[in-house]
């Protein structure tokens, strides 16, 4: 069975950052990843670019050059892949933990290709992998995803939007400029104040065009092959449709957590507990780094302020083993 001193779970921008600060700190480690390197990055739209700067997404003094001042999706998955050969560490891609086992001293995890022991565990799985389901009739069919990649596919189509943050911003607009006849879904009453500075007057202006249909305040009540069911402030509406983005938002694998015996504060955003110092959990041993310290207050951490947690931790793994 391989034995480390760390093993970290999730192969993003936060896991690297734990691994090259591991090996600075002369720690054995192996970064798990279920997905490809920087799964949630590579799983972003294609045209997407960061809203903060390449500066701020740097990790293990490694520079993040970039055409522009705001680096797009291709340029970090580059970024990244070259951060991990100039640091060549040791990641396993394509490797989901499907079990981890608690004993006094030391962990046991079982993986989708192998069998491990561990001294101490760093999940950093961030929240992208998991998205918020509406939770309505017809939410399984094919026409509707959580993931928005690209808008070659909605060419012609009757494309109905949900959400209103950055993602659905994006998606509307994108697809719009392709041909799509597109419609926003929104439960409040106004695009999100957050959206991207650059975004929102686009889309609003959109909107007030009549370019793009927006509804506010409204909710989908059920999918079917061809229309929505639509809970509006003047009753029920059917709007004819071929494909509905689900802009909804991401949470946090709670069911990892909870599998882990993690427990979570009292708070409206369901906060994994943990020491703000150490960012040790409830159980010893247990560590946790980056977004998903923030439970559903998912916009709280980001790459450029959740990138200094790997220190404090490594630092608190060194002094207890």
Known sequence: MNSYDIIIIGGGPIGLVCAIEAKKAD?????LEKGVLVNSIYHFPSNMTFFSTSKLLEIGDVPFISHLDKPTRKEALEYYRRVVESWQLNIHVYE?????????????????????????IIVATGFYDTPNWMNIPGEDLDK?????????????????????????????????????????????????????YWIRPNILNRIKEGSIKAYYQTKVKAIHPDHLLLDTPNGELMLNNDFVLAMTGYRPNYPLLTSLGIT??????????????????????????GVICGGLK????????????????????????
Do not use: M, W
């Not at 030391?106 to 561990?118: D, G, P």
């Not at 302020?305 to 083993?321: E, M, Y």
């Open 27 to 31: 720690l054995s480690y192996v970064v």
């Open 298 to 321: 998912t916009n709280r951490l980001l790459i450029e302020n959740s990138r200094i947690h790997a220190t404090p931790i490594i630092q608190d793994i060194k002094k207890k083993l």
């Open 144 to 196: 509707v995803t959580h993931y928005y990649k690209d808008p070659h596919p909605y060419v012609g189509q009757k494309v109905a939007v949900v959400g209103a943050g950055n993602s659905a911003c994006d998606a509307a607009l994108e697809t719009y400029h392709k041909g799509a006849e597109v419609t926003l879904i929104i439960r409040e009453k106004e695009i999100k104040p957050s959206v991207k």
């Open 96 to 120: 989901e933990v499907l079990q981890v086992d608690n004993f006094q001293n030391h962990f046991e995890l079982k993986t989708t290709k192998s069998n491990y022991l561990a001294k101490k």
């Open 264 to 289: 979570f504060q009292d708070d409206e955003y369901d906060t994994p507990s943990c020491d703000d110092d150490s960012f040790e959990t409830n159980v010893p041993g247990i560590y946790l780094a």
